[in-house]
Protein backbone atom coordinates (compact mmCIF):
# COMPACT_ATOMS: atom_id res chain seq x y z
CA UNK A 1 0.00 0.00 0.00
CA UNK A 2 1.38 2.98 -0.96
CA UNK A 3 0.56 6.55 1.47
CA UNK A 4 2.00 9.96 0.49
CA UNK A 5 4.46 11.83 3.26
CA UNK A 6 5.43 15.42 2.99
CA UNK A 7 8.60 14.78 1.26
CA UNK A 8 6.58 13.73 -2.20
CA UNK A 9 4.94 17.06 -2.13
CA UNK A 10 7.50 19.69 -3.72
CA UNK A 11 10.11 21.68 -1.75
CA UNK A 12 9.68 25.27 -3.45
CA UNK A 13 6.14 25.53 -1.94
CA UNK A 14 6.09 27.51 1.38
CA UNK A 15 4.88 25.39 4.26
CA UNK A 16 1.30 26.15 3.99
CA UNK A 17 1.44 24.91 0.12
CA UNK A 18 2.97 21.44 1.85
CA UNK A 19 0.34 21.12 4.22
CA UNK A 20 -2.51 21.94 1.75
CA UNK A 21 -0.54 19.66 -1.37
CA UNK A 22 -0.35 16.92 1.45
CA UNK A 23 -4.54 16.75 2.15
CA UNK A 24 -5.15 17.23 -1.61
CA UNK A 25 -2.73 14.10 -2.74
CA UNK A 26 -4.83 11.00 -4.07
CA UNK A 27 -2.99 7.92 -4.17
CA UNK A 28 -4.46 4.91 -6.17
CA UNK A 29 -3.86 1.71 -4.81
CA UNK A 30 -3.98 -2.45 -6.49
CA UNK A 31 -5.30 -3.98 -4.63
CA UNK A 32 -3.74 -7.23 -6.24
CA UNK A 33 -0.10 -6.00 -4.86
CA UNK A 34 -1.91 -5.49 -1.57
CA UNK A 35 -0.07 -8.57 0.61
CA UNK A 36 -2.91 -10.87 1.97
CA UNK A 37 -3.60 -10.81 5.87
CA UNK A 38 -1.42 -13.21 7.93
CA UNK A 39 -4.31 -15.31 9.36
CA UNK A 40 -8.11 -16.47 7.82
CA UNK A 41 -10.95 -14.24 8.06
CA UNK A 42 -13.40 -14.44 10.88
CA UNK A 43 -16.92 -13.23 10.72
CA UNK A 44 -16.97 -12.44 14.47
CA UNK A 45 -15.99 -9.30 16.19
CA UNK A 46 -12.97 -9.18 17.40
CA UNK A 47 -13.80 -6.64 20.28
CA UNK A 48 -14.84 -8.24 24.03
CA UNK A 49 -15.88 -7.15 26.90
CA UNK A 50 -12.27 -7.79 28.67
CA UNK A 51 -14.31 -10.45 31.34
CA UNK A 52 -13.65 -13.60 29.78
CA UNK A 53 -15.57 -16.65 31.41
CA UNK A 54 -13.21 -19.35 32.71
CA UNK A 55 -14.10 -22.81 33.52
CA UNK A 56 -13.42 -23.33 37.18
CA UNK A 57 -10.54 -25.02 38.36
CA UNK A 58 -11.40 -29.31 38.48
CA UNK A 59 -11.49 -30.72 41.50
CA UNK A 60 -8.94 -32.28 42.73
CA UNK A 61 -10.11 -36.44 43.22
CA UNK A 62 -11.37 -37.83 45.96
CA UNK A 63 -9.68 -40.37 47.66
CA UNK A 64 -11.35 -43.98 47.50
CA UNK A 65 -13.80 -44.85 50.50
CA UNK A 66 -16.46 -46.87 51.38
CA UNK A 67 -20.31 -45.98 50.23
CA UNK A 68 -21.96 -44.86 53.27
CA UNK A 69 -24.46 -47.08 54.54
CA UNK A 70 -28.18 -46.19 54.35
CA UNK A 71 -29.91 -45.64 57.30
CA UNK A 72 -32.78 -48.58 56.42
CA UNK A 73 -31.35 -51.73 55.71
CA UNK A 74 -34.22 -54.60 54.98
CA UNK A 75 -33.71 -57.45 56.73
CA UNK A 76 -33.84 -60.44 54.63
CA UNK A 77 -34.57 -63.48 56.43
CA UNK A 78 -37.39 -61.30 58.48
CA UNK A 79 -40.95 -63.05 59.13
CA UNK A 80 -43.83 -61.24 57.92
CA UNK A 81 -45.83 -59.27 60.20
CA UNK A 82 -48.17 -61.35 62.58
CA UNK A 83 -51.85 -61.14 61.42
CA UNK A 84 -54.18 -59.59 64.78
CA UNK A 85 -56.40 -61.83 66.07
CA UNK A 86 -59.72 -62.87 65.55
CA UNK A 87 -60.42 -60.72 68.85
CA UNK A 88 -58.67 -57.91 67.47
CA UNK A 89 -60.32 -57.77 64.56
CA UNK A 90 -63.95 -58.21 65.54
CA UNK A 91 -62.86 -55.00 67.80
CA UNK A 92 -61.55 -53.07 64.65
CA UNK A 93 -64.74 -54.48 63.16
CA UNK A 94 -67.20 -52.46 65.80
CA UNK A 95 -64.59 -49.36 65.61
CA UNK A 96 -65.69 -48.91 61.93
CA UNK A 97 -69.09 -49.32 62.90
CA UNK A 98 -69.02 -47.11 65.23
CA UNK A 99 -67.52 -44.43 63.48
CA UNK A 100 -70.22 -45.03 60.33
CA UNK A 101 -67.47 -46.78 58.39
CA UNK A 102 -70.14 -49.81 56.95
CA UNK A 103 -67.76 -50.45 54.20
CA UNK A 104 -64.63 -50.97 55.95
CA UNK A 105 -66.83 -53.15 58.55
CA UNK A 106 -68.45 -55.43 55.86
CA UNK A 107 -65.28 -56.14 54.68
CA UNK A 108 -63.37 -57.34 57.77
CA UNK A 109 -66.33 -58.90 58.77
CA UNK A 110 -66.22 -61.27 55.57
CA UNK A 111 -62.60 -61.94 56.23
CA UNK A 112 -63.97 -63.01 59.81
CA UNK A 113 -66.25 -65.43 58.03
CA UNK A 114 -63.50 -67.50 56.46
CA UNK A 115 -61.47 -67.31 59.25
CA UNK A 116 -60.65 -70.77 61.34
CA UNK A 117 -62.33 -69.08 65.01
CA UNK A 118 -65.82 -70.44 65.01
CA UNK A 119 -67.03 -67.62 67.91
CA UNK A 120 -65.04 -65.04 65.83
CA UNK A 121 -67.47 -66.25 62.87
CA UNK A 122 -70.62 -66.36 64.16
CA UNK A 123 -70.12 -62.79 65.58
CA UNK A 124 -69.14 -61.75 62.42
CA UNK A 125 -72.55 -63.27 60.72
CA UNK A 126 -74.34 -61.87 63.78
CA UNK A 127 -73.01 -58.44 62.63
CA UNK A 128 -73.12 -58.90 58.60
CA UNK A 129 -77.07 -59.48 59.66
CA UNK A 130 -77.38 -56.60 61.56
CA UNK A 131 -75.94 -54.88 58.78
CA UNK A 132 -78.05 -55.64 56.07
Known sequence: MVVPTVEDVPRDTGIDDAEDAATSVTTEVDLDQVPAAAGTRVETP?????????????????????????????????????????????????????????HSARELLRELLDGPDPAARSEAARLLRELG
Open 46 to 102: NWHSGWVKADPPAPAPAPEAEPPTPRFVPQESAPPPPQASPEQRMKLARAFLDIGDD
